[in-house]
Structure formats: structure tokens, C-alpha cells
């Protein structure tokens, strides 16, 4: 990993937190009202959506330089959004664990090599949600276990058609996004082995 730019060790003024008021709650998310002080010294007040669960998503890579998309059907947008396996993990729990369940569930895919490529804050304005990446290979075909909600398709494409579809606005799942890019750069960077990333850039 490359050495922190110096720009990066200055921070800012925080944010001061007054009392907190309880909006909302289930369970997977909880909504507060707090009383705050921005960092100017101004009184205000902020609406914080805290997440019980920490975002996963993995990069399932085939030998051949495919990958394995879902498409599914998304509530908020009120879309179909076509997106690398998402899901969520319980924050006590192994990432890497609720990965594993994740990819076995949505795709019917087994990993043999796990890599995690990618840390991200989602939405940090008003969320607290935090996510973390996979690059997954060594793949093998097992019986797939959908959530009772979720009515899942499968398309196994070329890793550069995804990426190509993705940053042509395509693929708006903003994970997906972060996730393609960064195998991409990692591919191009020397960071991959080198059978594994002529395949995903061809």
C-alpha cells in the first residue's frame, strides 16, 4: 500500500454532538435527530441514518476474465439495477464470513482466493454506513440459497464489457462503480497476477 499523501494527515474542525433523539428503528437501520455544533461554531441540527449492518460486495473474477453480475429489482429507485453481489454483514461479525454467505447466496458461486481490494464510506453525509470490497477467484459452481425477497438473474460478462456498461451509466449502483474501477486500476497497476489481469483487460 502506498504511503499517505501529506496532505491527507491534516484534519479539520469536528463536529460537536449534543443530545440525541431517536426517530426511527428496525431491524436494520436506526434514525436520530442530533442537536450539533458545526465545525464553524454554528448551532444546528443533523439527521443521521446509523447502519446496523456493514456493506459487502465482491468482484467475482472467472479465469477467463468474466464476472458474475445480479440483477435485481430495487425498492428506493424503483428500478432494475444490474450490480456485482451486494448484501450485508452484521458488524460483530467476520467480513469475510458474510462475504463468503453473500456470494454463495446470490450467485451460487464458491471462492477458492479472497482479496480485499476496497474501504468505503457511503453517503457520509448523512449515513454512517461503511463497506468493504472482495476481488474473489478461484471459482466454483455450488447451490445457490436467494433471500425470500429477492428475485435474482445471473449474467456472467467480460470484467471490460462491465466496466464499459458501468461508466457509460449503465450500472448506477455506486459500489459496483467503486468496485470495477478499482479491479480495473489494479489490473493495470501490476497488482493482480499477471494471467488473471491480461484476461480482465482484453
Given at each position: 500500500?502506498?504511503?499517505?499523501?501529506?496532505?491527507?494527515?491534516?484534519?479539520?474542525?469536528?463536529?460537536?454532538?449534543?443530545?440525541?433523539?431517536?426517530?426511527?428503528?428496525?431491524?436494520?437501520?436506526?434514525?436520530?435527530?442530533?442537536?450539533?455544533?458545526?465545525p464553524?461554531?454554528?448551532?444546528?441540527?443533523?439527521?443521521?441514518?446509523?447502519?446496523?449492518?456493514?456493506?459487502?460486495?465482491?468482484?467475482?473474477?472467472?479465469?477467463?476474465?468474466?464476472?458474475?453480475?445480479?440483477?435485481?429489482?430495487?425498492?428506493p429507485?424503483?428500478d432494475?439495477?444490474?450490480?456485482?453481489?451486494?448484501?450485508?454483514?452484521?458488524?460483530?461479525?467476520?467480513?469475510?464470513?458474510?462475504?463468503?454467505?453473500?456470494?454463495?447466496?446470490?450467485?451460487?458461486?464458491?471462492?477458492?482466493?479472497?482479496?480485499?481490494?476496497?474501504?468505503?464510506?457511503?453517503?457520509?453525509?448523512?449515513?454512517?454506513?461503511?463497506?468493504?470490497?472482495?476481488?474473489?477467484?478461484?471459482?466454483?459452481?455450488?447451490?445457490?440459497?436467494?433471500d425470500?425477497?429477492?428475485?435474482?438473474?445471473?449474467?456472467?460478462?467480460?470484467?471490460?464489457?462491465?466496466l464499459?456498461?458501468?461508466?457509460?451509466?449503465?450500472?448506477?449502483?455506486?459500489?459496483?462503480?467503486?468496485?470495477?474501477?478499482r479491479?480495473?486500476?489494479?489490473?493495470?497497476?501490476?497488482?493482480?497476477?499477471?494471467?488473471?489481469?491480461?484476461?480482465?483487460?482484453?
Amino acid at each position: 500500500m502506498s504511503q499517505k499523501p501529506a496532505w491527507l494527515t491534516t484534519d479539520g474542525a469536528p463536529w460537536g454532538r449534543g443530545r440525541a433523539r431517536l426517530v426511527y428503528d428496525n431491524p436494520w437501520i436506526r434514525v436520530t435527530e442530533h442537536d450539533a455544533v458545526a465545525p464553524t461554531g454554528a448551532a444546528a441540527v443533523y439527521g443521521l441514518v446509523e447502519f446496523k449492518n456493514l456493506a459487502l460486495a465482491i468482484l467475482p473474477v472467472f479465469d477467463d476474465g468474466t464476472i458474475m453480475l445480479v440483477g435485481q429489482a430495487r425498492f428506493p429507485a424503483q428500478d432494475y439495477s444490474w450490480e456485482l453481489p451486494e448484501g450485508g454483514g452484521p458488524l460483530g461479525v467476520d467480513p469475510l464470513e458474510s462475504a463468503r454467505r453473500e456470494l454463495r447466496e446470490e450467485t451460487g458461486l464458491e471462492a477458492a482466493q479472497w482479496l480485499p481490494i476496497l474501504e468505503a464510506q457511503l453517503s457520509n453525509s448523512v449515513t454512517d454506513e461503511r463497506a468493504i470490497g472482495y476481488l474473489a477467484t478461484g471459482l466454483t459452481e455450488v447451490e445457490a440459497d436467494p433471500d425470500e425477497t429477492e428475485l435474482l438473474a445471473l449474467a456472467r460478462v467480460p470484467f471490460r464489457e462491465a466496466l464499459d456498461a458501468a461508466m457509460a451509466g449503465h450500472m448506477k449502483d455506486m459500489l459496483t462503480v467503486a468496485m470495477l474501477l478499482r479491479g480495473y486500476h489494479m489490473a493495470r497497476e501490476g497488482s493482480l497476477p499477471g494471467a488473471l489481469a491480461r484476461a480482465m483487460l482484453s
